[in-house]
């Protein structure tokens, strides 16, 4: 089957500070990368959708220049929290498609903010 | 709008079965998924109905009425380890996922 890799698995960072999540597909070309985020005792929120080569859609009361998303290559994605605080703390999970085919989660990032 | 419906906890005995239903309006219809997701891990894939009817896999059976926008996922011979979310998500004209809250099942001995 089809291999999603999410790292790093989990983050402690201090309040202000950036942090970068990786998200590659490793026997696949993902055309499409979906970036989600689930806050304790909620349901996953979609929070961004990229295609290879341009730039990320992202839904409705996402901050872009807060979650920036790069998608540069058809094997990697990143998600990169800027100036995070403690009220981002959340759980990241991104989610790679390949052309006509279903898509596959990476195994999720638990953020924790200080 | 657009809408997913599934009961936030259920409990059963181990060795028992429990139905998780789940309701859903939405733009169009591709399609409907059930994963299952432990604390702080990724959902893990269950299933996907596009058909009306039941799908059975191992213990686990996912049953459509897509004229009653309406799915179950039906787990037999229930574990410990069973204890789990389970999220319904549909597919949208635009092949968007639409999820619901998740399930918490508490499986007791």
């Known amino acids: 089957g089809a291999v999603v890799s999410q790292h790093p698995s989990w983050v402690i960072c201090k309040s202000g500070t950036s942090v970068k999540i990786e998200c590659r597909s490793l026997d696949f070309q993902a055309t499409t990368m979906f970036w989600y985020r689930q806050f304790p005792k909620q349901s996953l929120m979609l929070m961004a959708t990229s295609n290879e080569g341009s730039k990320a859609t992202y839904e409705q009361g996402v901050e872009k220049d807060k979650f920036l998303i790069n998608h540069a290559s058809l094997t990697l994605s990143t998600l990169t929290v800027t100036s995070a605080h403690p009220e981002d703390s959340s759980f990241s999970i991104c989610r790679a498609k390949r052309r006509d085919t279903e898509a596959f989660f990476g195994q999720g990032t638990r953020l924790t903010v200080v | 709008g657009q809408n997913i419906d599934q009961p936030t906890e259920m409990t059963a005995t181990e060795g028992a079965i429990v139905q998780i239903n789940c309701t859903y309006q939405?733009?169009?219809?591709?399609?409907l998924f059930w994963y299952q997701q432990h604390a702080g891990e990724a959902p893990t894939f269950l299933s996907y109905?596009?058909l009306d009817g039941l799908e059975e896999k191992g213990r686990f059976s996912s049953f459509l009425s897509r004229s009653k926008g309406y799915s179950y996922l039906l787990l037999k011979e229930l574990q410990m380890k069973d204890s789990a979310s389970y999220l319904c998500?549909?597919?949208?004209?635009?092949?968007?996922?639409?999820w619901g809250a998740g399930t918490k099942l508490i499986i007791k001995p």
């Open positions: 109905n596009v």
């Open positions: 939405t733009s169009g219809f591709n399609g």
């Open positions: 998500a549909a597919l949208d004209s635009n092949y968007q996922l639409i």
